[in-house]
């Protein structure tokens, strides 16, 4: 096991790395920005060090300063979160050249996984489904049209190394697609500095399904259900459920089973998430997270495992300590993302929060690192936490969403709370007849009426 672990990230994610590591008796370090050196991990941490201004790319993205912080302190593995460096394969391959563990997966997996085009034919070879498309880059637009002739219309134009919606267009028609083309790869090479770009069949109203797996890297892997994250704005999750409303448990030990069985044969080590969109009863892979995901707690609420527990011992060099049948999945899990934005316009609101006061009781958690006088920098995302309630059941874990949201109190900044209050009360969202298109209509009829 580690005798200590650098945590190269922030905000919430880095207090529940830290508290992990903790109770397995492992020594931590924080490393911040200047704009983070009165964050809850910095003050809970053994240890802490600055690594640069603000800016991410002159702190958190800066390489050269984390092994600077890792040989400071004696740091024998670090930790990536999410986000950040967490994909950066060339990190990993870093760390591993100086003797210093990487928790997650290897270098190569990160690299195959990230390269969109070849995560595609990497899972197809696998055996997991995957939306009729390019089978590589598409590199004009005669080619492109080729494409979408052979596939029907509507078609998706993504960009091979994006994420998180970025470098992502959607033509309609022939007439459309020179546009959305060029559009995507302009995009692309701003965002990724790649503009490589592949083509999908577009699916009218699907809804996004995510399979969390774990494995050893010596040929055991598990899955631990599915999440149903399809209520989005803008390609970015909003709110994340498990299991899914949608599912029926053949679906779901049908699916499941097919990506461990993957997993185990690509003998990955640690968590993973494969991502699908669903549609009239099929799946469609769209991408693997070769990270720890920001809706892991919804996993962990159902299963009761701590997924970063088991990314630590993994890396570490020890095989799973569950097998599929030891895996239960028991009542039902809802997280909410809790920004520092103006509800309705999703402005940034960064500033000093002047009262904190979160639920609590049964089944509830909060992962936060904020707190009552601490100031949300302008320099980051606006996640600034995640409220995970659990019940016996959907009905039960709706009712328990709604009486916490009505109890969290964060003064002196916009939120994203009254959002949730409302969709807590949505007859859609209480049936769980949405899809990954729902929420922007449902924000656009709002603006509307008002």
Request: proline share 4%; with cysteine.
């Amino acid at each position: 096991m580690f005798s200590k672990i650098l945590i190269a990230n922030r905000g919430e994610i880095a207090l529940r790395i830290l508290r992990a590591a903790k109770e397995l008796g492992i020594a931590t370090v924080a490393v911040h920005s200047t704009a983070d050196a009165d964050a809850m991990h910095v003050r809970l941490a053994d240890e802490s060090v600055c690594i640069g201004p603000p800016l991410a790319r002159d702190s958190y993205l800066n390489i050269p300063n984390l092994m600077a912080a890792c040989e400071i302190t004696g740091a024998d593995a670090v930790h990536p979160g999410y986000g950040f460096l967490s994909e950066k394969a060339r990190f990993a391959e870093i760390l591993e050249a100086h003797k210093i563990g990487f928790i997650g997966p290897s270098s190569e997996h990160i690299r195959i996984m990230g390269d969109k085009i070849e995560a595609k034919q990497t899972v197809k070879r696998l055996g997991i489904p995957v939306v009729s498309g390019s089978d590589d880059g598409v590199t004009d637009v005669k080619e492109a049209k080729r494409i979408g002739a052979e596939i029907g219309y509507p078609v998706l134009i993504k960009a091979a190394a994006g994420g998180g919606g970025r470098g992502m267009k959607v033509a309609k028609s022939e007439d459309d697609l020179e546009e959305a083309f060029h559009s995507a790869r302009s995009e692309a090479r701003n965002a990724f500095g790649d503009d490589a770009v592949y083509m999908e069949k577009y699916l009218e109203k699907p809804r996004h399904i995510e399979i969390q797996v774990l494995g050893d890297g010596q040929g055991n892997a598990v899955h631990l259900g599915e999440r149903d994250c399809s209520l989005q704005r803008r390609h970015q999750k909003v709110l994340e459920e498990a299991t899914s409303p949608a599912l029926n448990d053949e679906q779901r030990n049908r699916i499941g089973g097919l990506v461990a069985k993957a997993m185990a044969e690509l003998k990955y080590s640690g968590v993973g998430t494969i991502e699908f969109l669903y549609e009239n009863g099929e799946f469609y892979f769209i991408e693997m997270n070769t990270r720890l995901q920001v809706e892991h707690p919804v996993t962990e609420m159902i299963t009761r495992i701590d997924l970063v527990n088991e990314q630590i011992r993994i890396a570490s060099g020890a095989e799973l300590s569950m097998k599929q049948e030891n895996i239960h999945l028991s009542g039902h899990a809802i997280e909410c993302r809790i920004n520092a934005e103006h509800p309705r316009t999703f402005a940034p609101s960064p500033g000093k929060i002047t009262y904190y006061h979160p639920p609590g009781g049964l089944g509830v958690r909060v992962d936060s690192g904020v707190y009552a006088g601490y100031s949300i920098p302008p320099n980051y995302d606006s996640l600034i936490g995640k409220l995970i309630v659990h019940g016996r059941n959907r009905v039960e874990c709706m009712m328990r969403l709604r009486r916490c949201l009505d109890e969290f109190v964060i003064d002196g900044i916009e939120t994203t709370i009254p959002l949730f209050r409302d969709l807590v009360d949505n007859q859609d969202i209480a049936n769980g007849m949405y899809d990954i298109h729902w929420l922007e209509k449902y924000l656009a009829n709002k603006s509307a009426d008002e």
